[in-house]
């Protein structure tokens, strides 16, 4: 909370990846375009060290966020590792997003029981 301040700035979790500098480091010049865009890291760090935080596994092999950590282990199957790191970092900015805009607490749930959750909510209309 010290490091974003005033959240009411914040409209979406977009603007937050930006003030966390998560948004891309476009390099182009005239006619030049740049095909590789690093991630900007002009704002906190703490967000990317949230992030990395959130995969890390104790001594015994136990992960310290199992759905984090799982969702990092399925994006490194198909990307590069700095790139799931920042697919994690963005999950956990939309996070922190959501906990402070519905000013509720955050609780583990798998997508699962997510679904099942907002199952009965859902009608499909024809």
Do not use: W
């Amino acid at each position: 909370m010290c490091e974003i301040g005033d959240f009411s700035i914040f409209k979406s979790p977009k603007q937050l990846f930006d003030y966390f500098g998560m948004d891309p480091k476009v390099n182009e010049s005239g006619k030049f375009k740049g095909t590789e865009c690093p991630m900007s890291k002009r704002g906190s760090r703490i967000a990317r060290l949230v992030a990395l935080a959130n995969i890390h596994t104790k001594r015994n092999g136990e992960a310290l966020n199992p759905h984090l950590h799982a969702y990092y282990q399925k994006k490194v199957v198909s990307k590069p590792k700095k790139v799931a790191l920042g697919a994690v970092m963005h999950k956990v900015c939309n996070i922190i997003f959501a906990v402070l805009r519905d000013g509720k607490s955050f609780k583990f749930r798998s997508p699962e029981e997510h679904r099942q959750n907002y199952k009965p909510q859902l009608t499909l209309i024809a």
